[in-house]
């Protein structure tokens, strides 16, 4: 890092971060782009440039596809910072650790690129060891090539769901069920928005050959499926799944279940910078207010992809080039005219690109067992909260989350409530009969990731007459 001070600091190497960068980066503008992996990619490109897996056929085409975006983001001059945990923001500066030693940068403009992380899917067993989210089984296969311990079951709701599925097959893992706890009633309530699946029927064509490619497999797919159960041998760890179909009980053995229930924006970080936020009945889920260029509450800080809003790794890149167009803009490098020229295209293919959105997003709604869990399910698993200790302290007055962690300690663990926020919020609102808008979520607070005392220590100036305590209180 030669520089300190940036025309532009992205903060997530995602699709939306990238696209940004790249764009930025041919406009003239000095950009420092941040991420906690070792490669470009984020999460849904994931070492897409040095795969792990030699048979292409196994991710998919739609993995791939950030090849082209890895090698032109490369191509760029950009300032990559690999492996920095980005632990505080504000209007004009961040703080960041990297290596073991924490530094600061300060900048014109700010993009959010955080992206999603996978909805918690509270249910009873689902911290027993052998229980994982389908996204981790995809990072799994794509850092190093390693699969789940079989018997594999898979259970949830959602298009990711199915692309799991697949991809085990593909790699020769066998799938002894797919239980798809999506309730019967979302397929009715989502052909209200069939008209917009209609204009996105590329994502219904592929969704359609996914439950083709499990058919032809064998695997088992049982819909409507409800109480979900983990439950664990002598020995500790994952034994048998069971679960309700048609009204009666079933049981299947498997060493690994995997779960997903759909995706939520990562918003831990523009919420520490106390960014305006909005409660998504559609997505079930708070996201950051911004306009259509993705500027945030406070001016020169944008947010694009999926931490502004679920719509999938197409759609946030070409928001990342819409917010470099805005940027780009601010900082005097092309007119509002030309800044509008070059957003025009881009809007119109992401007005295609979330045209199915509507329809994904009452069809893939959790169902009520797992935003309401029951009494003696863990929801906040760091300090061990149940949700009946969330309602027991709402019941004796507590009335929001923040209250909720000097009740309960409910989010005062390693993760800050990443786990537990949506569910703890919902359960206190329904408590109370109240909109989640109401109750709202945890404070959250830098530093929003673990950082030692030795990490901010390095943060002093050589020449300081300070000593590392006193950076330390700070």
Not at 237 to 264: I, N
Request: proline share 5%; hydrophobic share 40%.
């Amino acid at each position: 890092m030669t520089e300190s001070h940036y025309d532009l600091v992205i903060v997530g190497a995602g699709p939306a971060g990238m696209a940004a960068a790249i764009d930025s980066a041919r406009a003239g503008l000095r950009v420092a782009l941040l991420d906690e992996q070792q490669t470009a990619g984020g999460q849904i490109y994931r070492r897409v440039g040095s795969p792990a897996l030699r048979d292409r056929k196994i991710l998919g085409p739609d993995y791939y596809y950030g090849e082209k975006l890895v090698d032109s983001f490369q191509r760029c001059s950009i300032d990559h910072i690999r492996g920095a945990s980005v632990w505080e923001a504000e209007a004009d500066q961040l703080c960041f650790s990297v290596d073991g030693g924490s530094h600061r940068l300060t900048f014109d403009a700010l993009l959010l690129a955080t992206g999603a992380q996978e909805r918690p899917v509270p249910f009873p067993g689902w911290t027993a060891p052998g229980v994982m989210t389908c996204g981790s089984a995809q990072i799994m296969f794509k850092t190093s090539g390693l699969a789940p311990a079989v018997p594999v079951v898979i259970a949830g709701s959602g298009p990711l769901l199915l692309l799991v599925a697949c991809q085990l097959v593909r790699a020769g893992v066998p799938v002894e069920a797919v239980l798809d706890t999506t309730p019967g009633s979302h397929y009715r309530e989502a052909l209200a928005e069939l008209g917009g699946a209609l204009r996105g029927w590329r994502y219904l064509l592929k969704g359609v050959r996914l439950l083709a490619e499990l058919r032809q497999a064998g695997v088992p797919l049982i819909k409507n499926v409800r109480q979900l159960q983990a439950l664990t041998g002598s020995d500790g760890q994952l034994e048998r799944v069971e679960y309700s179909h048609r009204g009666r009980r079933y049981s299947r053995v498997c060493k690994t279940l995997l779960v997903h229930q759909g995706v939520v924006p990562n918003v831990q970080l523009s919420r520490s910078m106390g960014l305006e936020h909005f409660w998504s009945e559609q997505q079930q889920c708070w996201l950051p207010r911004c306009d259509l260029w993705g500027e945030s509450s406070m001016a020169g800080i944008y947010i694009a992809g999926d931490g502004g809003g679920i719509g999938g790794a197409l759609a946030a890149e070409l928001q990342g080039r819409l917010s470099a167009c805005a940027i780009i803009h601010r900082l005097g490098r092309i007119n509002q005219g030309e800044r509008d020229e070059q957003a025009r295209g881009l809007r119109r293919q992401l007005d295609q690109q979330l045209a199915i959105r509507p329809f994904l997003d009452r069809l893939y709604r959790p169902a009520a067992e797992f935003l309401h869990p029951a009494d003696e399910t863990l929801v906040c698993r760091c300090e061990e909260v149940s949700a009946g200790e969330i309602r027991r302290i709402a019941g004796q007055g507590c009335a929001g989350p923040n209250q909720a962690k000097a009740f309960s300690r409910a989010g005062m663990g390693p993760c800050q409530g990443r786990l537990c926020g949506l569910t703890v919020s919902q359960l206190i609102a329904e408590v109370h009969q109240l909109p989640i808008e109401e109750v709202g979520y945890y404070r959250v607070r830098a530093p929003i990731k673990p950082v030692t005392l030795g990490e901010l220590a390095t943060m002093a100036p050589q020449s300081s007459h300070h000593g590392a305590g006193e950076v330390a209180e700070k």
